[in-house]
C-alpha cells in the first residue's frame, strides 16, 4: 500500500467537495485571494476562525482552463483596465496588468522570489531616499525561509548574494539564453546566477515538477508554478476556509468605528457578508481604491493611496544570429544583482537587478503597441500606441488639490456609484464559466452572502 496522501487537492471542483460554508457573521473575511489573501486564509483558518475569502476573478482549473497558447490566454488571468493616479505628477499607469483570479497575480506572475538586500531597509540612512524601515533583514529572514520551503522555491546552492540558498529545489536549468546573456554580463564583470523561482523543480504536495514549456505568465497547466491557487489556497480550503469567486467587494461596512463586514456584487446582485474583522488584500491599486471607496476608512493618517510606487522596467528587444530557443523554460532566467548598494554605482541610488525575460505575449502586445497600431496594438486608453514626449504624455490635473509633496501620488478617490457601476461591467464581462457541478454546487450553502441589510445602507 502506498503512503497516505497529506495534500489537499488542488482543482477547484475537488476543492468545492470538502470547502465549508459559513453562515452569519465569520471571524475573517479577506477580501483578495492573491499573495497576501491566500496565505491569511491559510493562517487563519489553521488558526481556528471561520474564514470567508472573496474573490472578484474566476477559480480556474489549470487543467481544464488554461491552454497552451498565448493570444487564447490574454487577458483571461489579468486585469488590463486602465488605472488613474492623481497629484501633482500622477504616474502614468494606464493598464496595469495585475491578476485578476483565485491566487491573484501569481496566477500569471513569472515567479521570481528575490529576497529583498539587507541595505534596502536602511535606504534613507544610506542613500538619503524614501524611508528606513523600522526593522531590519534579520527580523524577516526566518519568514523568508518559512515561504521558500512552503511556495517552494528553487534555486542555487549558494548564492553571491543575500539569499535562501540553499533551496528547498534544485534550480531551474540553464537555457541557450541563459548561457548567451551569461557571457556577456561574464565579459563586464558582473556575477551571474540562476534566479530564485517559486517552480517546483521536483514533483511536490500532487503538483508536477516544471516540465518546462516556458508558459508560466500565461498559466501553469502542471502546477509546477507556486501560485497561490496551488499551495495556499487549497490548504486554507482543508482548513475550514470559504472561497468565493466572482465575489467583486464595493464597500467595505462600519458603524461606530468598527467594521461590520463587505457588501460585494455577485452574478450582478448585491450582497453583504458579515465579519469581526475585514482584511484588503487586493493589490497595490484596489486596496487603497476600496477603502477610499468606503467612506475613507482607516485613513486617519491621509496616507492612503498615497506615495504609490511602481517598479520601472525598461525594456530592449534584440534579435540573435544564432537560435536561442527562448520559448523554452520560464521566461525568466539567469540574473545579476551586481553591482547593488549606492557606494558600488556612484550617481545611482539603492539597489537592482538585471534580469532577462524571453518575449511572452504580454510583451509581444508591447511591441506591436509601439512599433505598429493594430489589433494588438492599442495604446492605453485605446488609442493607437504612440511615443509621446515626456511632457506632453503627462496627464492634466484634475480637479482642486491640497498642496502635495514632489513623487506624492494619489489614487483618485471615485465616487461609490462609479466604482459599483465599474465592479458591475467587470462581473458580466467576465462572467464565471458555468460551473459543471452548476449552481447548486457552487452555492450550496444558503445564508451565505443575503441581501444588505437595511441597518448598514
Ligand atoms: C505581470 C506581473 C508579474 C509579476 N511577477 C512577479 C515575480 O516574478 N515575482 C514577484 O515576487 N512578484 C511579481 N509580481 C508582483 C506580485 O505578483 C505581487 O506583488 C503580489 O501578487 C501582490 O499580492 P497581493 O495579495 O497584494 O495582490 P494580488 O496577488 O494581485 O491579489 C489581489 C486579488 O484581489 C482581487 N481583488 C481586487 N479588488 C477586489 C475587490 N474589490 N473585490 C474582490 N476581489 C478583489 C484581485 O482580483 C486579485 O485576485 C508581478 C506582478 C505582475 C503584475
Ligand atoms: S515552464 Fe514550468 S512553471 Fe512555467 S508553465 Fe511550464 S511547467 Fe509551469
Request: glycine letters at 12%; a positive charge.
Amino acid at each position: 500500500m502506498g503512503a497516505a496522501v497529506s495534500h489537499p487537492p488542488i482543482q477547484p471542483d475537488d476543492l468545492r467537495h470538502i470547502m465549508r460554508r459559513h453562515t452569519g457573521t465569520v471571524d475573517a473575511l479577506i477580501v483578495g485571494s492573491g499573495a497576501g489573501g491566500a496565505v491569511l486564509a491559510k493562517e487563519l483558518a489553521e488558526g481556528g476562525m471561520t474564514v470567508v475569502v472573496l474573490e472578484a476573478g474566476d477559480w480556474h482549473d489549470t487543467r481544464h482552463d488554461y491552454v497552451n497558447d498565448e493570444l487564447s490566454m490574454l487577458g483571461r488571468l489579468d486585469w488590463d483596465d486602465p488605472r488613474i493616479t492623481d497629484g501633482d505628477d500622477p504616474l502614468r499607469l494606464g493598464r496595469v496588468n495585475t491578476g485578476r483570479a483565485v491566487g491573484g497575480t501569481t496566477v500569471h506572475y513569472t515567479a521570481m522570489t528575490l529576497r529583498l538586500d539587507p541595505s534596502d531597509f536602511q535606504i534613507a540612512s544610506t542613500d538619503g531616499v524614501g524611508v528606513d524601515w523600522p526593522f531590519g533583514y534579520d527580523e524577516l529572514a526566518g519568514y523568508y525561509s518559512e515561504v521558500e520551503r512552503f511556495l517552494p522555491v528553487s534555486g542555487p546552492r549558494s548564492s553571491a548574494w543575500v539569499s535562501g540558498a540553499p533551496y528547498p529545489h534544485g534550480e531551474l536549468p540553464w537555457s541557450a539564453k541563459d548561457h548567451l546573456i551569461g557571457k556577456g554580463l561574464d565579459s563586464v564583470g558582473y556575477r551571474t546566477e540562476m534566479t530564485p523561482h517559486a517552480i517546483a523543480t521536483s514533483p511536490v504536495d500532487g503538483r508536477s515538477a516544471c516540465m518546462y514549456y516556458g508558459f508560466c505568465a500565461n498559466g501553469c497547466k502542471s502546477d509546477a508554478r507556486g501560485s497561490a491557487n496551488v499551495n495556499y489556497i487549497p490548504r486554507a480550503v482543508a482548513a475550514g476556509a470559504e472561497i468565493r469567486p466572482g465575489c467583486f467587494a464595493t464597500t467595505i461596512e462600519s458603524t461606530g468605528g468598527r467594521v461590520t463586514g463587505v457588501t460585494y456584487l455577485e452574478d450582478g446582485e448585491e450582497r453583504f457578508q458579515g465579519a469581526d474583522r475585514v482584511f484588503v488584500c487586493c493589490y497595490a491599486i484596489e486596496t487603497p481604491r476600496l477603502l477610499l471607496n468606503s467612506g475613507n476608512l482607516a485613513n486617519s493618517s491621509d496616507q492612503v493611496g498615497r506615495n504609490l510606487m511602481v517598479h520601472s522596467g525598461p525594456i530592449a528587444y534584440g534579435r540573435f544570429d544564432q537560435p536561442i530557443d527562448s520559448f523554452v523554460t520560464p521566461p525568466v532566467g539567469i540574473m545579476t544583482r551586481d553591482p547593488y548598494g549606492t557606494p558600488a554605482r556612484p550617481g545611482l541610488r539603492t539597489g537592482m537587478a538585471v534580469e532577462h525575460l524571453r518575449a511572452d505575449a504580454d510583451q509581444l502586445r508591447h511591441l506591436a503597441r509601439v512599433l505598429q497600431p493594430g489589433p494588438l496594438g492599442r495604446g492605453p486608453h485605446g488609442r493607437a500606441g504612440r511615443i509621446q514626449p515626456l511632457g506632453a504624455a503627462r496627464q492634466p490635473r484634475r480637479g482642486a488639490a491640497e498642496p502635495r509633496q514632489p513623487g506624492d501620488h494619489r489614487i483618485r478617490h471615485r465616487r461609490e456609484r462609479r466604482a459599483r457601476r465599474q465592479g458591475d461591467v467587470l462581473l458580466r464581462r467576465q462572467r464565471p464559466r458555468p460551473h459543471r457541478g452548476g449552481e447548486a454546487a457552487r452555492h450550496p450553502g444558503h445564508g451565505r452572502g443575503g441581501r444588505k441589510p437595511e441597518a448598514v445602507q
